[in-house]
C-alpha cells in the first residue's frame, strides 16, 4: 500500500487564520449572496458559512472565500489536494484555484482571470481528494480551453457555493478542518 506525504496549506498542522481569506461574493456584481470564514480555534477547523441568493441575479448566484494577496505555492511535487470535510449539508461547493492574478481595475476592484475549479459534494464528513487532472478551466464560471495549470505558481485558493443556475440556494455550512496538498508515495520493497 503507498504512504502518503501531505503538505498542509491550511489547517492541520498549520493555525487557520482570518487575515488569509477573504469574501468574493456575488455583489460585485450586483446581487446579494454572502458568505463568511469563522475559524473555530477550539478545533483548528474553519466554517465557511453564509446564504447564496439567487433571486436578485436571475437563478444566478455564488458565495466564496479566497485567500489574500497573492501568494506562490509551489506545489508540482504532490498529486493534487485534499480537503478534511468536518460537517458538510451535502450541498454542492467547488475548489478554485489561479496561478496568474492580472492588475486590479484602476477603481481597485478585481479583473475577472481564468480560474481552475472542481466540484465536489459531501454528506456529513469525509475527506474530499482532488487529483490535478480533475481541476477544469474556467473564466466566470464557463468552462473554456486552456493550457495546463502551472503547478509551479499557485497563486489563489479559495472555496466557492454556486447556484448552478437555480439547483440550489439558501443557508449553507462547511467546516474544514484541513485543506492540504497530498503526494503518493511508493511503498519501498522490503525484500531488497
Same mark, same amino acid.
Not at 56 to 63: E, I, K, R, W
Not at 102 to 120: I, K
Given at each position: 500500500?503507498? +504512504? ?10 498549520? %493555525?487557520?487564520?482570518?487575515? /488569509? ?36 441575479? !436571475? !437563478?444566478?448566484?455564488?458565495?466564496? +472565500? ?13 498529486? !493534487?489536494?485534499?480537503?478534511? $470535510? ?20 484602476? /477603481? ?33 464560471? %464557463? ?6 495549470? /502551472? ?5 489563489? $485558493? ?9 439547483? +440550489? ?20 520493497? %522490503?525484500?531488497?
Amino acid at each position: 500500500m503507498a +504512504q502518503k506525504t501531505t503538505n498542509y496549506l491550511f489547517g492541520g498542522t498549520e %493555525k487557520w487564520s482570518p487575515n /488569509d481569506w477573504t469574501s468574493s461574493d456575488d455583489r460585485v456584481r450586483g446581487g446579494s449572496s454572502h458568505s463568511t470564514l469563522e475559524i473555530l480555534p477550539e478545533t483548528n477547523h474553519a466554517r465557511f458559512q453564509g446564504n447564496l441568493d439567487i433571486d436578485t441575479l !436571475g !437563478g444566478a448566484g455564488f458565495a466564496s +472565500q479566497r485567500t489574500t494577496g497573492s501568494r506562490r505555492w509551489d506545489l508540482s511535487a504532490y498529486d !493534487g489536494i485534499e480537503l478534511d $470535510l468536518a460537517e458538510s449539508d451535502g450541498k454542492q461547493y467547488a475548489l478554485i484555484l489561479k496561478d496568474d492574478l492580472l492588475p486590479p481595475r484602476p /477603481d481597485g476592484r478585481e479583473r475577472s482571470s481564468l480560474s481552475w475549479q472542481a466540484d465536489f459534494r459531501v454528506v456529513g464528513s469525509g475527506k474530499v481528494v482532488v487529483r490535478w487532472e480533475d481541476f477544469r478551466p474556467t473564466y466566470r464560471g %464557463k468552462e473554456i480551453d486552456e493550457e495546463p495549470l /502551472d503547478l509551479k505558481s499557485i497563486k489563489r $485558493l479559495g472555496i466557492m457555493m454556486r447556484s448552478h443556475f437555480g439547483s +440550489q440556494s439558501g443557508a449553507f455550512n462547511l467546516s474544514i478542518g484541513y485543506i492540504a496538498a497530498w503526494k503518493d508515495e511508493p511503498e519501498e520493497d %522490503k525484500n531488497e
